[in-house]
């Protein structure tokens, strides 16, 4: 698809840079926010770092007590993240469309990578800015009327497409709990968001081809565990058929 995008942006920067306003290109070259963050002042920023402060609390559950460090935090030990990655990871080779398997094994896997992408992100002014503003992308913070209204072939109105053809949305992605770090949980929540845009870019559908595709290309951009395991192993389970397809 011939969209025109991001005013030559590398597409690694997808979920780092230039997507706090999520901006679209039309084909007339002008750009279109779907939705806007307004620049975090000084009193915004120490407002949500004790919002944060405040949602660090300790929680009881089955008779232990632990600290959550964001909403649905789940705090764990080396070895307990240890059989996560195993289970997970068995799981998630057996059934690919196990979202939540996939979830885990990213979470378990990537706490090093993550530091690394996080690192990048604050070492570029509209990564930091993001890092900042934490904007989400979700139904609700885009404004999906507006992009249906845009013309075919740019970037918002096909990702839409994307939204309806496949039936999914945004707001499926699911929420982190292992990462025992606040920021480096909004990384890969990011990177969880920004999939589907992805998807769009590349033209690729929701099937196990689509996904083996995006996951290569996120494995070379970001560079995490799961997606080079993902890109590793997950043309076994395509048949001879789609393989040969490729070609």
Sequence with gaps: MGFSLLRRAP????WMRGWGALE?????????????TNAASAHDIHERAYSQMEESKMVEEDGETYQSLYPHHIPTSAFQKALLTVGSALMSL???YRHDMIAVLGETTGPLVLHSLRDRMRNDPEGNQILQERPRIQMSTLEVHKLRELPIGTFGREYVRFLDDNKVSPDTRMPVKFVDNEELAYVIQRYREVHDLLHTL???????????????FEAIQTGLP???LGAAFGPLRLNSKKKLSKF
């Design 11 to 14: 597409l690694c920067s997808l």
């Design 24 to 36: 679209v290109a039309s084909a007339t070259g002008k750009s279109q926010c779907l939705y806007q």
């Design 94 to 96: 057996y059934d690919p």
């Design 202 to 216: 590349l033209g690729m559908p929701t099937n196990m081809l689509g996904e083996v595709v995006v996951k290569w």
């Design 226 to 228: 799961m997606c080079i």
